[in-house]
C-alpha cells in the first residue's frame, strides 16, 4: 500500500494531538507530534542558560540538540527523557520565539519530512499541509474558540499537575496565536486545500470520527472497527 499523509493544523490548544494520536491509532500510523519537537528545543536552549528570545543564541544550539520522537509517544532531547518538562508554563511561554527562528525550522522540517517518507504519519502542527507535506493527501484544519482550547488546556495542565490559572492559560493562548500567525517564515494559516473543522461544540470522540470522515472521504480508505 501506498504511504499516506494526513497534515493536521491548527492554532495552540485545539485539541489537535490527541485527535491526531487516536486517528493514527485506528489507522495504525505512526503519530507525529512536531509542536513536542520545537518544545524540546526551547527546553534544551533554556538549560543551557541561553536566551529563547534571541535567535542568534538559540541558533547556536542547532548543531547540538538531538530529538528524538519515540514509538510509545515518549520524547528525548539529547538523551534525556523531556516528555513532561517540556509541557511546564516555562517551556510553553517561550515556545513559539524558538518555532519563529527560521534556521531552527529549517532543522525541524528537514527531520519532520524524512520521519514521514518511509512511512504512514499522522502528523500535527502549524505548517504541515502547507509547508512541510504539501502533499498529504489528507489536511485537516483543526480550530476551535479561544475559550474552549483555553479551558481544554487548563484541564490538561490540572490532570498533569502543572500548576497554572485559567487567565494565564488564555492570555498563554492568545499570546501563541498572534506569534505562531504572525511569523514571516511559515506562519500558521489554513492550506487552500485543507478541510477546516471547528470542533468547539465536539468532543474528542466526535472530532476523532470527523477527521476519520474526511480520510476516507479523501483516500478512499477503509476505517477499521474501533
Ligand atoms: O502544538 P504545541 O502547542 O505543542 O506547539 C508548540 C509551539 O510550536 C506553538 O507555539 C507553535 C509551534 N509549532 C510550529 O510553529 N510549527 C509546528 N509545526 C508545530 C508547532
Redesign the pocket.
Known amino acids: 500500500m501506498k504511504n499516506i499523509s494526513i497534515a493536521i ?1 491548527g492554532p ?2 485545539a485539541g ?2 490527541t485527535v491526531a494520536k487516536k486517528v493514527a491509532d485506528i489507522l495504525g500510523f505512526t503519530y507525529i ?7 524540546a528545543f526551547t527546553y534544551a536552549v533554556i538549560k543551557a542558560g541561553l536566551d529563547p528570545q534571541n535567535e542568534e543564541e538559540s541558533n547556536s544550539l542547532i548543531p547540538s540538540v538531538t530529538i528524538e520522537l519515540r514509538e510509545d509517544g515518549k520524547v528525548f532531547c539529547c538523551d534525556e527523557d523531556v516528555t513532561r518538562v517540556i509541557r511546564e508554563p516555562s517551556v ?1 511561554s517561550n ?2 520565539y ?3 527562528y527560521k534556521q531552527i ?1 529549517l532543522a ?1 522540517v528537514d527531520m ?1 519530512r524524512k520521519m514521514a517518507e518511509s512511512r504512514s504519519v499522522v502528523m ?5 499541509g502547507t509547508y ?1 507535506l504539501p502533499k498529504a493527501e489528507v489536511k485537516i484544519f483543526q480550530i476551535a474558540s479561544v475559550e474552549t482550547r483555553a479551558e481544554r488546556r487548563y484541564k490538561e495542565n490540572q490532570e498533569k499537575g502543572i500548576p497554572t490559572s485559567l487567565e494565564d492559560v488564555i492570555e498563554d493562548v492568545k499570546k ?1 496565536d498572534r ?2 500567525s504572525g ?1 514571516a517564515f ?1 506562519p ?1 494559516c489554513k492550506a487552500d486545500d485543507a478541510v477546516e473543522l471547528d470542533t468547539s461544540h465536539l468532543n474528542i470522540e466526535e472530532s476523532v470520527e470527523a477527521v476519520l470522515k474526511i480520510v476516507a472521504e479523501k483516500t478512499g480508505l477503509e476505517i477499521p472497527c474501533h
Not at 507530534?33 to 518544545?39: E, H, I, K, L, N
Not at 500535527?124 to 504541515?128: E, F, K, L, P, V
Open positions: 493544523d495552540a490548544a489537535k494531538s507530534d512536531t509542536g513536542a519537537m520545537y518544545r510553553s515556545v513559539s524558538i518555532a519563529s525550522r525541524m519532520q500535527d502542527g502549524r505548517d504541515i512541510v501563541r506569534i505562531d511569523r511559515a500558521l
